[in-house]
Antibody, heavy 117, light 108 residues
Framework: QVQLVQSGAEVKKPGASVKVSCKAS??????MHWVRQAPGQRLEWMGW????????KYSQKFQGRVTITKNTSANTAYMELSSLRSEDTALYYC????????????WGQGSLVIVSS | EIVLTQSPGTLSLSPGERATLSCRAS???????LAWFQQKPGQSPRLLIY???IRATGIPDRFSGSGSGTDFSLTINRLEPEDFAVYYC?????????FGQGTKLEIK
């Protein structure tokens, strides 16, 4: 059974960076996406990473501010968001891409990031 | 980017009734790569439907999806108490992948 376990809540000041982790159980051949949900806003896709070849793709909205990485031996994906502002306060989810044509079949529990001075 | 607009914003129904939720895309969704998710308070989204009409593993057959191009719908027959939640449509055919704003299904 696949499980995605994310790191805990973080409180950051504007301008700082945050790094959220997502540890996967099961096999290490995955494509992991990051999706965020700000209060009262729709879900927002940020980007993905392929565990096999390390390829990444980012939403243009976050290009330059987001970096998605992996640690293969730890079977863990990471999402780092820099130059934080109050609008980045949100619940950040990792979600695994399923087989062909199946999006986000497994989700992490979410990591709350609060940006406040 | 493809904007997904869901309607209605809130749907009030009673258990046993049928719910029909709509999702309209601003451009054609490539290859019908349209999914539906259910989210309950304090929980992560749960995949219900993908490829517009295929139920995900373990999803009851009272959930069905249909549509193509720019117009899609999710139908829930014989509503159960556990079905009252927020539902999101999602397109994953064109980057950036996008989500609708959600439809809240509440008990009448």
């Amino acid at each position: 059974q696949v499980q995605l376990v994310q790191s805990g809540a973080e409180v950051k000041k504007p301008g700082a960076s945050v790094k959220v982790s997502c540890k996967a159980s099961g096999n290490n051949h995955w494509v992991m996406h990051w999706v965020r949900q700000a209060p009262g806003q729709r879900l927002e896709w940020m980007g993905w990473i392929n565990a096999v070849n390390g390829n990444t793709k980012y939403s243009q909205k976050f290009q330059g501010r987001v970096t998605i990485t992996k640690n293969t031996s730890a079977n863990t994906a990471y999402m780092e968001l820099s130059s934080l502002r109050s609008e980045d306060t949100a619940l950040y989810y990792c979600a695994r891409e399923g087989p062909i044509a199946v999006p986000f079949d497994y989700w992490g529990q979410g990591s709350l990031v609060i940006v406040s001075s | 980017e493809i904007v997904l607009t869901q309607s209605p914003g809130t749907l009030s129904l009673s258990p046993g009734e049928r719910a029909t939720l709509s999702c309209r895309a601003s451009q054609t969704v490539i290859s019908s790569y349209l999914a539906w998710f259910q989210q309950k308070p304090g929980q992560s989204p749960r995949l219900l439907i993908y490829y517009a009409s295929i139920r995900a593993t373990g999803i009851p057959d009272r959930f069905s999806g249909s549509g193509s191009g720019t117009d899609f719908s999710l139908t829930i027959n014989r509503l159960e108490p556990e079905d009252f939640a927020v539902y999101y449509c999602h397109q994953y055919g064109t980057s950036p992948w996008t989500f609708g704003q959600g439809t809240k299904l509440e008990i009448k």
